[in-house]
């Protein structure tokens, strides 16, 4: 567990490998964001019969340097009823855990024959990410809250109404999602018995069943945890079509209206930061991250990254197809899906991967023991499984309708019944 | 399910292909394509002149009269009795455009009683100062081949300066059905008399007396002028 460079103690060696991996890591992340906000606008231009941008370099690849050099030139407004340092601050602290984030990400490495995803450089073992941090995916819920702190903070600091709206939308939205984001999360957690992400890959890279089907979280948890974080981490970058913390429509850009210049370039970099990280964190819970088979040709870490780089493009594609594709939800309806939708089934789910772990023979000690016969122990489980779901599903769905009728009642809002005249 | 249907709407868009141009904002070279224009577009004007090469322009100021947004500046003055610049007794002797404030509403081209002024299809001029954005007769009047002068700054493209008069043939009195046919407008420098709008009637064959001024295919780019 950890990197195993640094389990001999710690050298000068060792730090300088750090900071190279950070710096390089750092790099990759700022390419990736440009490419990625041009990949977004293609994309999106594409699904809406455009062309998109296409002067700035070939294929208009050069657009968000043109931007982000338009912007770093512009000037940089300071309203006059903000907080000054609190709005200054508010831009990096959404920036820095954008860049913490992915630094668990493990995005190349041989995971193959056993390899754990080991290379060697300067004669150091060491794992193709940032740093394997033992308590990786906590690392991400909590870069991730400390992020919504950013758009919080900038919304309030900005003294103006909109973005104030918007601050308090954000709030509201990362409680409500992040409790499924966790719960989903937990599901893989239990699958892999690790929280180094590291070893989640390590655990995808075995022999799944029948020796062809990939041991992916996805098909190991049942799909349902992996949409349940898809919606739940399109939620927490706040994209559409939950991005009612920006709403243009509404409210003028949301917690950015007051930012411009600089500032205003660090949220839009933080914001597609977090999309690549987000995509790339799926990829590494569910889909096996850098694990797939080496075809030869290239040496073994490439192929990890080749197939980190596939299944993250899927991903970030996914992403910019619910943006050309789902108008904005309501604020009742973002409240309804993660409170009554998101977190019950998440949580039912984690139950069940609990209770099947628990009981099925390839634990070893089997503790939810129903009939005496090992393999159909299971199965009765999986049955009993089902009565309780059902019957939470129907007592939950009962609550919901219940509770809305009497508050319904209780504001005058039930549409009393008239006698239509006849004409 | 509601929420998937419009998944595959939206990814079927990808293959339908793009509606858009690839304009690059007039660099030119093969790969820059802009859209086809219609013919009656409200560009930049032109001063016409008769076939003779006087200019029809007569110093009048209906147009500066007309102009919603005050952007044309026209002084007549009485022609030189040695050198007539225009047919009848005055001409223009100034005569401005700020482009500045132009909205391109061709009210000006409607009321013109001599077709002196029209609009060709162009659009894509700019500025660096206001005094430069003031067209002045220098720069508006046609060419001795009657074509519309191409300004260094502007970016002209094959097809912007052909049917220059389009919009003022397409106003002109002869909308009525009862002239379907009849070209009741001056010959231009370089384009003779142009043949009349078709279709007012609800047919779109132009009756015999027409003239028979140019083919049909070069006057008209994309149909857009039948009924």
């Given at each position: 567990m950890g990197e195993p460079y640094l389990s001999d103690g710690v050298d000068f060696g060792d730090v300088l490998l750090a900071g190279g991996k950070a710096l390089v890591a750092f790099v990759v992340l700022l390419i990736s964001v440009m490419l990625m906000v041009w990949f977004e606008r293609k994309v999106v231009s594409r699904l809406q019969n455009r062309i998109g941008p296409n002067i700035a370099g070939p294929f208009g690849l050069f657009q968000t340097l043109a931007d982000g050099i338009k912007l770093f030139f512009k000037e940089d407004s300071n309203p006059a009823k903000s907080d000054p340092f609190v709005f200054k601050l508010a831009p990096y602290l959404s920036l820095i855990p954008a860049f913490l984030t992915f630094a668990i990400v493990p995005i190349a490495g041989d995971f193959n024959d056993g390899n754990r995803g080991k290379v060697t450089m300067f004669g150091r073992e060491t794992f193709l990410q940032v740093a394997d941090v033992p308590i990786g995916v906590l690392l991400f819920l909590a870069m991730s809250s400390i992020g919504v702190y950013g758009i919080m903070l900038a919304g309030w600091s900005s003294g103006s109404k909109y973005?104030?709206?918007?601050?308090?939308?954000?709030?509201?939205?990362?409680?409500?999602?992040?409790?499924?984001?966790?719960?989903?999360?937990?599901?893989?957690?239990?699958?892999?018995?690790?929280?180094s992400t590291n070893e989640i890959v390590n655990v995808q890279a075995d022999v799944g069943y029948a020796g062809f089907i990939p041991n992916w979280h996805i098909l190991t948890s049942a799909i349902v945890p992996f949409v349940v974080f898809l919606i739940?981490?399109?939620?927490?970058?706040?994209?559409?079509?939950?991005?009612?913390?920006?709403?243009?429509q509404e409210l003028v850009g949301g917690f950015h209206t007051e930012y411009s210049s600089i500032s205003f370039a660090l949220f839009f970099l933080a914001e597609f930061m977090n999309t690549v990280t987000m995509g790339a964190i799926i990829v590494t819970l569910f889909f096996g991250g850098p694990a797939g088979p080496d075809f030869g040709l290239l040496?073994?870490?490439?192929?990890?990254?080749?197939?980190?780089?596939?299944?993250?493009?899927?991903?970030?594609?996914?992403?910019?197809?619910?943006?050309?594709?789902?108008?904005?939800?309501?604020?009742?309806?973002?409240?309804?899906?993660?409170?009554?939708?998101?977190?019950p089934l998440s949580l039912a789910w984690l139950l069940v991967l609990g209770g099947l772990r628990l009981s099925s023979p390839d634990n070893g000690n089997i503790s939810l023991r129903f009939i005496d016969n090992d393999s159909a122990n299971s199965f009765v489980f999986v049955g009993f499984v089902f009565i309780v779901l059902l019957a939470g599903s129907i007592l939950l769905s009962l609550a919901i309708t219940t509770a809305r009728d009497e508050r319904l009642e209780a504001s005058g809002l039930v549409s009393v019944p008239v006698e239509e005249e006849e004409d | 399910m509601g929420y998937l249907a419009g998944f595959p709407v939206t990814l079927k868009k990808w293959f339908e292909g793009v509606n858009t141009k690839n304009y690059l904002g007039g660099k030119g070279g093969k790969s820059d394509i802009k859209a086809p224009k219609p013919e009656r577009l409200h560009g930049r004007h032109v001063l016409n002149k008769y076939e003779d090469g006087m200019e029809k322009c007569i110093g009048c100021e209906l147009c500066a009269g007309v102009c919603p947004a005050n952007c044309i500046y026209v002084r007549g003055e009485d022609n030189p009795v040695s050198d007539p610049k225009s047919p009848g007794e005055r001409f223009g002797f100034v005569y401005e455009i700020n482009y500045l404030r132009c909205i391109h509403c061709d009210l000006c081209v409607e009321a013109c009683p001599t077709e002196a002024i029209t609009e060709t299809k162009?659009?894509?001029?700019?500025?660096?100062?206001?005094?430069?954005?003031?067209?002045?007769?220098?720069?508006?009047?046609?060419?001795?081949?009657?074509?519309?002068q191409e300004l260094p700054w502007e970016d002209w493209r094959e097809g912007e300066d052909k049917d220059t008069s389009g919009w003022m043939r397409a106003t002109a009195p002869n909308g009525d059905k009862n002239y379907q046919g009849l070209a009741a407008w001056s010959g231009e420098l370089g384009h003779g008399v142009r043949k009349p709008e078709v279709g007012q009637s609800g047919s779109s064959t132009p009756s015999s007396h027409g003239s028979t001024m140019g083919s049909p295919s070069d006057q008209d780019q994309d149909g857009s002028n039948n009924g």
């Open positions: 973005p104030l709206m918007g601050s308090v939308r954000a709030t509201a939205q990362a409680i409500s999602y992040e409790a499924a984001l966790g719960l989903s999360l937990a599901s893989v957690i239990l699958l892999s018995g690790s929280l739940a981490g399109t939620a927490e970058l706040n994209r559409p079509p939950f991005d009612l913390v920006e709403a243009e040496p073994g870490w490439l192929w990890g990254f080749v197939w980190f780089f596939l299944k993250l493009i899927v991903f970030l594609f996914i992403f910019v197809w619910f943006r050309a594709t789902l108008p904005r939800l309501r604020y009742d309806q973002l409240m309804d899906l993660g409170w009554k939708v998101l977190i | 162009l659009f894509e001029f700019s500025f660096t100062d206001r005094k430069s954005a003031i067209y002045t007769k220098d720069e508006l009047l046609v060419d001795d081949e009657g074509k519309p």
